[in-house]
């Protein structure tokens, strides 16, 4: 039988569906979560046997299929996964499953110390219990699916920034509708002004890899949802919508200039001319090419040289 390495709970390698991408990120107790879109075509599949460690994994059907669930090797359950409704595996003990027509679901990878930011202990969490099936459609799991489909396929730093936030707040919602958890007190002002600082800059580095909510919630020394929420009242934005009115600002700054439209959304931060025409556009109103020809100083761009 194939075997599976270290880590492949949280890289979905179980599920044997090649070209999932993977995005990972650490809350700021140093515990990594990890989601991606996962899939296989049409036509019978069958996984191997998770790997036991002390985490759960979710998965958020994006279409309702047929599957023979098995717990420890023995058949658990075969029914159809409905679309919406959650599935919780505690990777206390193996699952492996076999499905009739492919599938097409959400994997969050959540170990159990990730919930001691609710304010509750490592054993504690150990023993708490996630129902194997939510009981019924969950209609904020589906709305947040939907807002990541498309976050997933965005390559550029925002679009991961992104999926972080939006994880996070998947994370919560389990945490408090399925697993009963208490959050913290949060503070009801914004941040400090020199952890505001810091954050605008860290989102604004040009540095490779981006800083993540999470890295940047660590250098300030407060919570991530501390971070999140004290953002947004003091900079009047969530991180992700202020990074992308950062970019879209320096964009039209240089629009006014003779740069071609691919070299601005490059030194804005954009994945691509598309990723960067699509924001600017629903952030101003109009396209940057229509902009530029209204407000810049030469109709004829010239090339950009680096």
Not at 95 to 113: C, M, N, R, Y
Request: overall charge neutral.
């Amino acid at each position: 039988m194939e075997k599976l390495a270290a880590g492949s709970n949280r890289d979905a390698q179980h599920l044997r569906a090649s070209g999932a991408r993977i995005f990972k990120h650490f809350t700021p107790d140093g515990v990594q979560l990890a989601i991606a879109r996962v899939s296989a075509p049409t036509g019978e599949h069958s996984t191997l046997p998770t790997l036991l460690e002390d985490a759960f994994v979710v998965t958020i059907p994006l279409r309702t299929y047929e599957a023979r669930v098995r717990r420890d090797s023995k058949v658990f359950a075969a029914f159809p996964f409905q679309k919406g409704v959650l599935a919780f595996h505690d990777l206390h003990m193996h699952w492996s499953g076999d499905f009739e027509d492919g599938f097409d679901f959400l994997h969050l990878h959540v170990p159990k110390a990730s919930f001691a930011q609710f304010g509750h202990s490592s054993s504690a969490i150990s023993n708490t219990a996630l129902p194997t099936w939510g009981n019924s459609f969950d209609t904020v799991v589906d709305s947040l699916s939907a807002i990541l489909q498309p976050a997933i396929r965005d390559e550029s730093d925002a679009g991961a920034l992104f999926v972080e936030h939006v994880t996070n707040a998947l994370h919560a919602h389990i945490a408090h509708r399925y697993m009963k958890l208490t959050p913290e007190t949060y503070d009801r002002r914004g941040l400090a002004p020199h952890h505001l600082a810091i954050a605008q800059e860290m989102l604004m580095s040009p540095a490779e890899p981006a800083a993540t909510l999470a890295d940047i919630a660590r250098v300030c020394d407060i919570s991530l949802t501390r971070l999140i929420r004290g953002f947004q009242r003091s900079a009047g934005l969530p991180p992700h919508r202020w990074l992308l009115e950062q970019r879209v600002a320096k964009a039209r700054d240089l629009l006014v200039g003779q740069l071609q439209l691919a070299a601005v959304g490059d030194l804005c931060g954009f994945a691509d001319q598309s990723h960067f025409t699509r924001v600017f556009t629903r952030i101003v109103g109009v396209g940057p090419g229509a902009w530029q020809k209204e407000f810049g100083m030469g109709a004829k761009a010239k090339p950009f040289k680096r």
